[in-house]
């Protein structure tokens, strides 16, 4: 009996030495629970024959880039998905109350849900959780930077409105296996700017969107299609490209009331259009690039330096002319004064020589006055 007895309080002594294994919180047990059974590569149906509803929804935060030559838009982004999986469901009375909580998106299934324009994902964050609550509503909510095939107008650079759409659609999965819905109403979504940085380049107007189903190899697939309408801002290219070309233009026109003799007027042409030469090719990376349609920008930089040129031709044309009506007519005058005095006599000797003599006198060159010989002042 005593050896019982001791045997007893020994057992009682070393349960209370050997420590208490620590319990599992709440949402650790929650957790395994879930993804205990939990396979990431099946559609999160209890039905294989009913659909997966995906909602999204979209906000654009700003307009990074848009290049004409690659025609090409840089956006940012924010992108939310929201869709229900019937395999994450719990009572949160057994779990303390935990209504939801996150886990890993490697863990769980993800929709295959893809942007058609897609080129480039650009510097986007990983963010390598969802959220999921007890009803099973899975949010996955992820900032994207992202470079978007877009066919772009520069025609009226830079007055121009371009019109980007981003398109969502599932990969692989039919409508029948993933239907596509927009999380908020298309009135919100269009009018909503108030994450747009709308201090840079780029004016936002508008983002509408639509629903609607293509049909490809005897399957309609869902999509969703978001239209980014911007509107470019053009006081920076008026101020630094437009105005400068039209006070080039003005000097060039002024130009004209220099004196043609004074051989001043040629050479500050040339300096026009030589600074107008450098001025073009300093703003050559300014201008948009494409190789279907010439900006109407271009177009008039190119009709200004046209018009440079016509008026340097121009001028060295005039120039020439003169020069050659000044030769001429110094030679007919002298030849008429030799033709005059051997050739006849009286009346019509003195009236050619005085036409002569007043010729000479106006196209003497010193500016001094021309005499008359001494056999006219004898007559």
Same mark, same amino acid.
């Given at each position: ?69 690659? $025609?090409? !838009? ?11 999986? #019937? ?69 009226? *650079?830079? *007055?121009?409105? $371009? ?29 909503? $700017?108030? #994450?747009? !940085? ?50 080039? !233009? ?110 000479? #006198? ?13 056999? !006219?002042?004898?007559?």
């Amino acid at each position: 009996m005593d050896v019982t007895w001791l045997m007893l309080l020994f057992s009682v002594y070393l349960a209370e030495c050997v420590p208490e294994k620590p319990k599992r919180s709440a949402l650790n047990q929650l957790t395994r629970t879930l993804l205990r059974t939990y396979d990431c590569g099946v559609r999160p149906v209890h039905n294989w024959t009913s659909h997966t509803t995906i909602h999204i929804d979209l906000i654009l935060q700003s307009v990074l880039d848009v290049d004409g030559k690659t $025609q090409s !838009m840089t956006t940012n982004i924010w992108y939310r998905q929201v869709w229900t999986d #019937e395999f994450l469901v719990w009572d949160p009375e057994e779990f303390d109350g935990i209504t939801e909580i996150s886990l890993s998106s490697d863990a769980i299934w993800i929709p295959d849900v893809i942007v058609s324009e897609f080129v480039d994902e650009g510097k986007s964050p990983s963010i390598p959780y969802v959220y999921v609550n007890s009803s099973g509503s899975v949010k996955n909510n992820r900032p994207m930077q992202v470079v978007l095939a877009c066919s772009l107008e520069m025609y009226a *650079f830079p *007055f121009d409105k $371009q019109n980007c759409s981003l398109t969502f659609r599932s990969w692989l999965h039919s409508v029948k296996e993933i239907d596509l819905a927009l999380l908020r109403s298309a009135e919100a979504i269009a009018n909503d $700017q108030k #994450e747009f !940085m709308n201090d840079g380049e780029w004016e936002l107007l508008s983002v509408p969107s639509r629903y609607w189903q293509i049909h490809q190899d005897d399957t309609d697939y869902a999509q969703i299609q978001f239209n980014v309408l911007i509107r470019r801002r053009p006081l920076l290219y008026v101020v630094g490209l437009l105005i400068p070309s039209i006070f080039l !233009m003005l000097v060039d026109v002024i130009s004209f009331y220099l004196p043609l003799n004074s051989g001043t007027r040629i050479a500050f042409k040339i300096s026009i259009l030589l600074g107008y030469t450098v001025f073009r090719v300093n703003l050559t990376d300014e201008l948009p690039s494409t190789a279907v349609r010439t900006p109407l920008i271009g177009v008039f930089f190119a009709v200004c330096m046209a018009m440079l040129m016509l008026s340097l031709i121009k001028s060295i044309l005039v120039v020439k002319l003169l020069h050659h009506s000044e030769k001429e007519v110094k030679q007919f005058s002298v030849s008429a004064c030799l033709l005059d005095k051997y050739s006849s006599a009286g009346q019509e000797f003195t009236e050619s020589a005085l036409t002569s003599l007043k010729t000479l #006198e106006f196209i003497n060159p010193s500016g001094g006055e021309t005499h008359a010989p001494k056999f !006219m002042s004898q007559g």
